[in-house]
C-alpha cells in the first residue's frame, strides 16, 4: 500500500520501521524531525504504566519489551541496551505488576530503609535518546527507503489527494486539531542531562505521592534526571528553579541508596530541555490511547495512534505492530471500554 504517516516522533517513526519491512511504501510527513521532536527529550527508559493495565495495554508493553531486548542484543548502535533498575515508593505498592513474569531478574523489594517501605528490581531495556532517535531515523530513511516530506498538515485527508491508500495519524499532541480530540493535553516534562563522572550504572526511581517521580537514569557518558508531570502546560521551555530543585531531588535519592558525596552528582550540566508529552484523559483513565481504524470521507481509511502520555517510548513497537495488523486488514486487539467511546463523545466526557 501507499501509506502516509503524520508525526516524526518515537511512534510514527516506529510505525513506519514496521511497515517498511513489511513492504509498503511509506512517507512520512511531519513539522519536526529529530532533534526537534518531544520524544528526542524524553528521559527514556523501559517504564510500563503504572496500576492495572488493561489486557490490550499488557500487550503492547510485552511486545515492545521483547523488540528493546532484541535490539540491546542486536543492534547496540541503537542506543539501547539493558540495566539493573530500582523503582521505590514511600507507600506499599497495591501488587505486583503484571508484567513482571516477562522481563528479566524481576524481584520485590520489601526490606528497604525508611522513607521507602516497598519497591522492586528489574533488568529492563534502558534508551539513550540522543542515539535512539537519529538511529531510528536512519533505520527508516536510509536502510528500509522511507520517505519525509516537511509539512504542516491542515487535515488528514490532504494525503488522500496525493494519492496516498491510508494515513496514520501519529501527531501525538496535534491529534487535537487534526483528530478534533480535545482529550488530548499537553503534559509538560522537564529533564536535566549531567556529565557521568561518577560513573553511575543502576537505574533509580522515586514514585512520588500525587507528583512526578524522581529519576536518575545514567549511560555512559550522561546521565537524565528528572522530572516533571506538569499538565495543561503549553510553553515548551524549562524553568531554572524547576530544574534545581530537580537536581536536589536526585541527589537525596542517589544518597539514600548509598552513594557517598552526592553533592559530587551533577555540578555541571550538559543541556536542560522540556516536552510537551500527549496526555489523553477520558473520564477518570489516564494515559487513554487511541489506536483503531476510522473510515472517513468516502471510505478513506485513518488508523489513529495517538495519547500515550508519558508511555509512548514504552509502548512503541507493540503499538507499532497492532497499527500493521490494522492497515492490512487485520483486527486490533480487544480494547478497554473506554476506548469504545467514539473520540468526539470522548472529548466531551473529559
Not at 509498503?24 to 513539522?31: D, G, I, K, N, R
Not at 542486536?74 to 503484571?98: I, Y
Request: aromatic share 6%; proline share 7%.
Amino acid at each position: 500500500m501507499q501509506i502516509a504517516i503524520v508525526g516524526a516522533g518515537v511512534v510514527g517513526l516506529t510505525c513506519g520501521v514496521r511497515l517498511r519491512e513489511r513492504g509498503h511504501s511509506v512517507t512520512l510527513f511531519a513539522e519536526r524531525r529529530t532533534p526537534e521532536t518531544t520524544s528526542d527529550r524524553a528521559a527514556a527508559a523501559f517504564t510500563p504504566p503504572r496500576g492495572p493495565l488493561a489486557e490490550r495495554t499488557l500487550g503492547w508493553v510485552r511486545a515492545s519489551c521483547r523488540a528493546f531486548e532484541e535490539l540491546a542484543r542486536t543492534a547496540p548502535e541503537s542506543g539501547v541496551d539493558l540495566a539493573l533498575f530500582r523503582e521505590l515508593a514511600r507507600d506499599p505498592l497495591p501488587s505486583t505488576p503484571a508484567w513482571a513474569a516477562d522481563v528479566q531478574g524481576f524481584q520485590r523489594l520489601t526490606d528497604l530503609a525508611p522513607p521507602y517501605r516497598d519497591g522492586w528490581a528489574a533488568v529492563l531495556p534502558r534508551i539513550d535518546m540522543t542515539r535512539y532517535m537519529p538511529w531510528l531515523e536512519r533505520r527508516f530513511e536510509h536502510e528500509l527507503g522511507g520517505a519525509f516530506v516537511h509539512a504542516r498538515l491542515l487535515d488528514l485527508g490532504e494525503p488522500f489527494d496525493e494519492g496516498f491508500e491510508l494515513v496514520i495519524n501519529a501527531s501525538g499532541l496535534g491529534a487535537r486539531r487534526l483528530a478534533h480530540d480535545d482529550a488530548v493535553t499537553p503534559i509538560r516534562g522537564q529533564v536535566l542531562h549531567v556529565p557521568n563522572t561518577l560513573h553511575l550504572d543502576t537505574v533509580v526511581v522515586e514514585e512520588s505521592r500525587g507528583g512526578a517521580p524522581t529519576y536518575v537514569i545514567p549511560f555512559a557518558d550522561h546521565v537524565v534526571v528528572g522530572g516533571t508531570f506538569e499538565r495543561d502546560e503549553w510553553i515548551e521551555e524549562c524553568d531554572e528553579p524547576t530544574l534545581v530543585a530537580m537536581l536536589e531531588r536526585a541527589r537525596e535519592l542517589l544518597a539514600r541508596t548509598g552513594l557517598q558525596r552526592p553533592e559530587r552528582f551533577g555540578r555541571h550540566r550538559l543541556r536542560a530541555s522540556a516536552g510537551l508529552r500527549p496526555g489523553r484523559t477520558v473520564g477518570a483513565q489516564e494515559d487513554c490511547v487511541r489506536l483503531e481504524r476510522e473510515e472517513v470521507a468516502r471510505g478513506r481509511p485513518v488508523v489513529h495512534v495517538y495519547g500515550h502520555g508519558r508511555a509512548g517510548v514504552t509502548l512503541s513497537w507493540g503499538c507499532a505492530d497492532e497499527v500493521a495488523r490494522l492497515c492490512e486488514g487485520g483486527s486490533a486487539a480487544r480494547a478497554p471500554e473506554d476506548d469504545s467511546i467514539p473520540p468526539r463523545a470522548q472529548a466531551r466526557s473529559a
